[in-house]
């Protein structure tokens, strides 16, 4: 049975959430094994995301031309985080979702829901990891990432999304293989 992606966005949220909610504001300025973002810019990142992608469920146009500031300018970003997840998982529940294509690349929808899952599997952990928090993905989330992402892995490196694989060794985790096939380094410490 091939699982949706509302019920894997839903489990995602489940652990994605606490970790955003454990994010304290003396850690907004800590690095993060992505890069190019530090806790705050990465926190508000993922809530653009989480946004847009929500958007792109409902077969409408996303905007990530500008630079957000959640964390700056929501007295509760944390819990506008909560709340933008649910809304997401519930729109990848709506009728018709997964079918078609949407976004601006006409990609297929579920591959789309599966970016978003991505996203939000492994920034929840990037940000648990910069902020000294524990983050165990979901098993069947990750077994559906470790198909997907491998699949979308020379596009997201072309469009630089993903750096060149992190080596690991053979008897990594599949959760760490995933890390690494985004460039990650599971063993990143803040």
Known sequence: ???TISD??????????????GITDDRLAEPTPCTEY?????????IQVVINFRALAAKKDSDFSFEPHYT????DWRGRFADETAALTEAWAAPGAEEGTTGSL???ARTVGQMVLGD?????WDLARATGQEFTPDPVVVG??????????PMARQWGVFGEPFPVADDASEFD???????????WQS
Do not use: K
């Open 144 to 153: 559906e990432l470790s198909v997907s992402l491998e699949a979308m892995a």
């Open 106 to 108: 006409g990609m297929p």
């Open 72 to 75: 700056e300018t929501e007295g």
């Open 120 to 124: 939000l599997t492994v920034h929840a």
């Open 8 to 21: 894997l966005l839903g489990s995602a949220a489940e652990r994605a959430v606490p970790v955003v909610r």
């Open 1 to 3: 049975m091939t699982n």
């Open 38 to 46: 530090d806790v705050r810019a990465l926190a508000d990142h993922l």
């Open 177 to 187: 293989r995933l890390l690494a096939l985004t460039g990650r380094n599971p063993r």
